[in-house]
């Protein structure tokens, strides 16, 4: 049978959304916006230790609450690396390559959402106690972190299909990226 590659990435990102719905929004709220993503994308990729969150777990609300990038770029940016390094065999590529893969996902944030700040998508200041829980009361953490982390693995997971992730870094390799400065001797 012959699968159109738009359906099967269509199929792989509702997979990965229908996925991350489940995992976010478990009562028992284990796992955060980093945390899913990069469960999520590692299931949808089929990368080792799928389950394990806990590379990701310190990254929630912008890393340790800071409000900085939100979890769900971060996290998808653990497993867009993994994936990168087991795909190609050169470690600078695989870096480059997982590099434009997340810079592509923060300028999809920037445009969507206005920014990819969490503090700036949440409107909440996570670091304090009162901050923190005025945003889990206030339920936005179910439909507008929601829909960051499933734009964040619907963009991403149908990477899983190498012919996905060829086009992608051939599309995305035509774009300007600074080069990398050597790191300098020490005296």
Request: negative net charge.
């Amino acid at each position: 049978m012959n699968i159109d590659p738009g359906t099967m990435a269509s199929q792989a990102a509702d997979a990965a959304t229908r996925r991350a719905r489940e995992l976010f929004l478990d009562d028992r709220n284990l796992s955060g916006c980093a945390e899913t993503a990069f469960v999520v994308l590692k299931e949808a990729f089929g990368l080792p230790e799928a389950a394990d969150s806990s590379p990701a777990m310190a990254l929630n609300g912008g890393v340790a609450y800071s409000g900085g990038t939100c979890g769900a770029v971060t996290g998808a940016a653990l497993a867009v690396g993994m994936l990168a390094e087991r795909r190609i065999v050169d470690h600078g590529e695989a870096k480059r390559a997982a590099r434009l893969l997340t810079a592509d996902l923060l300028a999809a944030f920037e445009t969507g959402f206005g920014s990819s700040a969490c503090r700036e998508l949440t409107g909440s200041d996570l670091r304090t106690a009162a901050g923190h829980r005025a945003f889990i009361e206030s339920g936005i953490w179910r439909d507008r972190c929601m829909r960051q982390i499933e734009v964040a693995v619907a963009r991403l997971a149908p990477l899983a299909a190498e012919a996905a992730w060829d086009a992608a870094i051939e599309a995305l390799a035509a774009l300007e990226e600074p080069e990398a400065v050597p790191t300098p001797p020490s005296p």
